[in-house]
């Protein structure tokens, strides 16, 4: 018998965190579910580390010192630090962190680790990893920490990235004390621009996280981080912002912004997602395939560019800056060398994805399924080949008889590949099973069949060597919906073992066990099959467990089972032999129970061999036992247990090697089984296994590939699935429109078809007997319609259905209805309880007779108690008030009269509705007196309200009555009209519906449209009430009273309405006889029949127009009555308007007063938390000036002790000379010199450096203490003496230096301290100004307050500019009205004092301007009479002139006649001349119209002639182009020349002419504007 050894991990493949470090130059590692991968970059080789605890948390690696550390999964988890490549645990840091660790790191420069972990303290530490001490820690501060990076040239710095802020935290030291203190770097916005900081800076982590989360509002969204040599910060951000950081000044530069002009193109819409520096610049990794080596100078420049296949979302660089590797979260690995080579090399691709199941062949190959792709990998571990299914895979099973696989889908099919090309997989066979997914592919030991169930009760049997092509042999039903299948082959049979869900089982497992025997050979014959496809003839049996069950598996005559309730393992033993299937449940139970899975439900898989039994569950161990003795286990920890465990587990044909797939950690896992001992079975079943592959495979191989359109590549299942198990065995699931038809649809296709082919004719026989049933039918249907109602009934059995299904309908419909009604009604109540039944008074309104005017009242709520007792209480507090001010002698006399509503801000004053307890407006400086004087205005606003409603329901009954008197007087009136026989339509007012606001609640009969139901019994209510003698006897009681009313009426107008009804017949004989016929006593008839007649007319004319008058003052009295109401409601509204007023005036001053409550609450509250803050300040500063006096102290102690310390030094030199007294002074100088020489060795920055330094200097010492640097004739005694002072004096050298950097170093931090406690104190006295400067601000709002004051029309005048400026800056100031009049008096006094001295002023001005004028007139005068006698000098006469002067006048007037004669015949003989050559010039006329008229025809000949002559000139111009075309453009140059200069002289023609108008308009205008008089004497 085997007995296990041991159960280890042979290889494992996945990537779970997405996260890759190096260990060294060459090695990485990764996290892969429970365990760690090493990877060998060159050798491609692995290394596997099991995680001690429980599942990996957070991986980091330092690859200068090969360690890597990493967390567990767990309560209270550790972080576990190794060396590599011993993967020595160097140890184990237990921290405070409750759940887990978010990110971890390691320092480059020292035995330093950083960790963060989450809720609920988030705690940063910073540990000494080799002495597994915490350093130091801040608890509060790691809320959505993703990065870590501790500066790997400086440890003491610390970068901390999260989605909103950049952390740059520093860990101080004193000597033994070390701090965490952090620097919060300030980011810019999104647009580029930095915002400004808030004004109270903090130095505590609680109000740096305040301050991050106010500046990180609209800020970039920091992604990647890189520390530079100089120990700068680069920050990359998602919007595309590359950033550089000052860790020690916290100064943030741009280097590079996307949103500028300037900007890369490339870089425009890149995100960054990580950065490394590396020796050519930085290199910078986004979302999309590219990958950019960026030079960061002055500005931002692509230096080189990588492209991928996929996209990478992180980088690292190994520890000799050589190597740049690039991960996906898909697994994929790349790695180039930026300085040597362009090219990037894909290192390993893991494949990482949802590992669905594996499954093992028969070889060392083993097979597994990724959600969609079928992959083949090696026995080590290596993909040999992949076969993208684009299908939805949910079952795998390889087949032990060839190389190939059965993998189940969810659209129902199942596909056979072929795995004997293994870098070719391909897909020889496809099955369409089922319309759900395949949930089951179970292959028999010896691959004799494929089982296959999915979601119903339905098992499918296959032939599953290739020789059979997969045919389908048949299916057979179990009772119920099928959880487990297994199958164990004996020698002549296959048994299986089907677990199933029984009616009673409701926690998901099932409680049936179903068994039955399948023949090795021959089950494809009609003895097994039926023509349906059903395997009728099979052996089984159904067995009834007492717990349900999960997961089964069959042995040898005997079943193993998981039990989630119990959480057990249970065997049963089965009953061998079974010859027909029985419909009765065999109840068994467990022969062997033993302990399981924790935590459930698991799975089980026994071993080909029944040998192993294994089992996985949630909680990701891997139990294998023996059949044999099944308590003792071996367990291993596969899979990650928070991530769901293990999903499915599968053994290798020898039984020794597993493969278990995990739910949700993207991983493979395959472990290897070592035993003792072989078992001889084993190795017979791997024999004949061989023997039936190579007789199979080869067939395997010459079958065709499947087209690639086959239809399980494109079908989707889109959730249309369907129960087989609830329906009948002959019924077929219900398949989707798009799915194709299963095997079993096709099967029984093909036996309908058979069907109709043997019974051809019979089916043929029963369609004609069909017809003439169907033909009968119609006849009796044509004559049942012609029959009565009566004579046709359904029968008893439809109509029972036809009724029900009736009632069915009818009871959805009602509910449905009364549904609604239920919905309607609660909301009538929710609408009339909050609207109407609360309303003490209800809104109404008064409507006037003759117009639309319409009056509302004010809607009242009763005050509830609370309302009433605060308006007591206010009510008392103020008449304490008022006898309390009396009595102290402070109380303002009041005045007789009512205040002044100016004063109080509204008309209620003088409307009467002043509460005497309200407070003067100037007098309200708190807000208990605001908020009293809101009480009592509020109850002044109940009292206005509350009259006017008064008034309103007076006048309201008022109407009532008119409306009542209105109808009275109508009746009257129709009474008179009835009288009178007239026709008239009378106006009748009635009440609205605003008048009578409760009729809305209420529905008439009339306002319903839909045709009213009666029930039964409403309608035998209302046979009841149908007219009979009670209402008859009813109708003679109402005549009678009737008769009576009107018999007292009319006693009194008996005589009245005779008189109108009263007529006088005429005698008989006026009708039968003629005037001339009558006799004397028929004539004193007739005319006492006209006087009687006369009379009775007058009487009825009489009693007409009283009729009349009476009705017209019935109608005036109407008038009257209605118009005297509308002027009450006239009068009403405007009492409606004034109360309006007030009531709107009242509230404006409670709005006033709100506000004003409202912001000194929010002063209160501002003041509250600035304490608040001010008192945490305190604290702090407490804190911090404890902290800077304790480290003073030992600062001071410490320098005391350095003080000693360099005493002792220097007294080692100076006693050098007294320990060598024996020695001559020329050996002591020799030594001296030699005393005074040091080795070069390490220079000492830090006291941590201290012990390296010495030591180095101690083993250099060595070199000197040689003897053969001892000077000559020293003796050997003295040297070594020398010796030992001198390393005593190093020593001492030594101690003074680390006592100095010591010193420094705890002097730096007491300043930091001191520097701390400065800006707290700074900050204390800002926070102290602050609430004082509110406080200042609350009194003085509580002492200017807001008055709300009335003015007249007029008295205010606003400014005309900024009409729409807030009312609330406006500012009056408020005076007595005779300082008003009085500055009013003195202005206008010193106005018209000024506006005489400007009257007086202005006439002395004008009397200037006057004189200057004339002034001017006269200068010009004289200049006139000087030019005319100057021209009367110069004037020149002609001889005629000069001798006119010689004579007299008469002789003057002689000579002038002797001219006018002369003149005169002149004119005549002119007049002579012109009329002559008027003739001539008539004669000329004439000719020349003669010759227009010849020279017209001649034009119209030429104009008949023109177009030949056109011709003619279009052929000579083409002549004379062609023969002289350069002296034409000659010519045309030349005359363009001469048009240009034409053209320019006319323009400076017109330019000059321009200028000169103008001139002589200037000039004009000067002397019209200096010269007036002159200018109107010339025009004048």
Known sequence: MDEIESLNVRWIQGFTNKKIEFVNNEMICYTCGHHICFLNLKTKKRHLLQS????????????????????????????????????????????????????????????????????????????????????????????????????????????????????????????????????????????????????????????RTTETTLLTSSTVTPSAVCWTPTSEIYVGCVEGFLLHVDPENLSVSILYNPKVGDAVPELTKFSFQGLTLSKNGVIALGKNTEVYSLEVGGQVSITRTWQLEKPVDAVKLSPDNNTVLLTSNTGEIYAFNPEQSEEIVKVLDIFSGNFLAAEFLNTDRNICVDSGELQLWSSEGSCLGSLSLQAEVTSLACCPAAHYAAVGTAAGSVLFVDLNVYEKPRVVHQVQLYHTAVLHVVFDQEGHYLLTSGSDSHIYVLEAKPSLRFSVIGYTVVCGRILSLSTQCLKEEVRVLVLCVGLEDNDGGGSLLTAFSLPSRGLAGSDYVDRHGRLSALRGLTYEVPHPLHSCSLGVNEAFAYCNTKKTIQRFHLIKDTKSISSEKIKIKPVQEVEG???????????????????????????????????????????????????????????????????????????????????????????????????????????????????????????????????????SCHKSPSS?????????????????????????????????????????IVENESLPEEEFSLTVKEQRRLDTMVEQEVALVRAGIEQDIVEKSYLYDVLKRECWDSMMIKRTAIKAFYSELAVQNFPLKERTAEELEDLRRVQNMRKIEKAASSISGFAEQEDEKAPSCALTGSFSTQMGFSNPHLYDQFSLQSTEQRISQIILLQDVIYGIKTAFNAEFAALQRQKVLELQRVRDNNACIREIMLKLDMNQELWEPCLT???????????????????????????????????????????????????????????????????????????????????????????????????????LNQKKEKYRNSLESEMRKLMKSTKDGTEGFDEALFKLLKKKVKCTIAINQEELKITYLVDSVLEDEDMRNRELQLKSKLEEILAQKVGTGEEVKTHQDEVQRFQEMYDSIVAEDKELDKNFRKDFLNVPNTLVDQLYKLFKRRPRGQKIKTPSQTPDALNQILKAMDELDDPDKMPFSLNPSVWQKFCLVRRSKIESEQKVITHALTLAEMQAFLQRRRDEDNAFQEEINNLSEAIENLRRKRNCHLMDSTVQIILKQGQVEPPTTELTADPADTHLLLYHKNKPENLRRIIRTL??????????????????????????????????????????????????????????????????????????KNMASMTEAQQQSIRQCTKEIKQISKQTDVKNKETSTLELKLPDIRVDVAQLRHVCEAAGPEHERAKAKERHLELAVKSNLKALVKAQAEELTALFAEVERLTKKNFTSVYQLKYS
């Open 52 to 207: 001690p605890g429980r599942g990996i948390s957070a991986l980091t690696a330092d690859g200068s010192s090969s360690i890597f550390a990493f967390s567990e999964q767990k309560l209270s988890p550790s972080i576990f630090v190794y060396k590599f490549p011993e993967l020595a645990l160097k140890n184990e840091l237990k921290g405070t962190a409750k759940l887990k660790y978010t990110c971890l790191t390691l320092s480059d420069s020292g035995p330093f680790l950083g960790c963060c972990s989450s809720l609920p303290d988030y705690t940063l530490t910073v540990w000494n990893w080799e002495k597994a001490e915490p350093i130091c820690k801040q608890a509060g501060v790691g809320r959505d920490i993703i990065s870590l990076v501790f500066n790997p040239w400086n440890w003491l710095q610390l970068c901390a990235l999260s989605s909103t802020s950049v952390i740059v935290w520093h860990i101080e030291k004193s000597d033994s004390i070390t701090a965490l203190k952090p620097r919060v770097v300030k980011l810019p916005e999104t647009d580029g621009s930095f915002a400004e900081r808030p004004s109270y800076a903090s130095y505590t982590v609680q109000h």
């Open 597 to 731: 899975h924790p935590l459930g439900p698991a799975s089980l898989l026994l071993s080909p061999d029944c040998i192993w039994l294994a089992s996985v569950g949630q909680d990701g161990l891997l139990y294998v036992r023996q059949t044999a003795s099944m308590e003792n286990i071996t367990k291993l920890q596969c899979h990650l247990c928070n991530a769901g465990g293990i999903q499915r587990v599968s053994f290798s044909t020898d039984g020794l090697t597993l493969l278990t797939t995990g739910f949700r950690d993207d991983c493979l896992v395959c472990t290897e089984l070592r035993t003792r001992g072989l078992d001889t079975k084993r190795q017979s079943t791997c024999q004949s296994l061989k023997k039936t592959l190579s007789i199979e495979n080869p067939i395997l191989m010459k079958l065709t590939a499947c087209d690639q359109e086959a239809p399980w590549l494109t079908h989707e299942v889109r959730g249309e699935t369907s129960d087989v198990s609830k329906q009948d065995e002959g019924e």
């Open 1391 to 1464: 106005a018209e004092q000024k506006i005489a001295v400007m009257e007086q002023r202005k006439g002395v001005h004008k009397r200037i301007i006057q004189l200057e004028w004339e002034h001017k007139v006269v200068k010009k005068k004289i200049e006139d009479v000087s030019d005319k006698s100057r021209d009367v000098k110069m004037l020149r006469l002609t001889e005629e002139q000069q001798d006119m002067t010689r004579y007299s006048k008469s002789e003057q007037g002689t000579r002038i006649a002797q001219k006018a004669s002369m003149l005169e």
């Open 740 to 780: 194709p038809p299963t095997w079993l649809e096709n099967r029984q296709k093909e036996v309908i078809q058979e069907d109709n082919e043997k019974y051809y004719f019979e089916k043929k026989k029963l369609k004609e007997t069909v017809k003439q049933l169907s033909d009968t039918i119609q006849k009796l």
């Open 993 to 1095: 519906d605003a008048e009578q606001p409760e009729n809305v609640l209420t529905v008439d009969d009339s306002e319903i449209k839909a045709e009213m139901f009666f029930t039964p019994e409403n309608k035998e209510e209302e046979e009841r009430w149908t007219p009979g003698e009670g209402n008859h006897s009813e109708e003679q009681v109402d005549d009678g009273r009737k008769q009576a009313i009107d018999e007292i009426i009319g006693v009194f107008e008996v005589k009245q309405v005779d008189i109108l009804k009263t007529e006088i017949l005429p005698p008989e004989f006026v009708l039968t006889k003629a005037d001339a016929q009558l006799s004397e006593e028929e004539k004193k008839a007739y005319e006492e029949y006209e006087k009687n007649l006369k009379d």
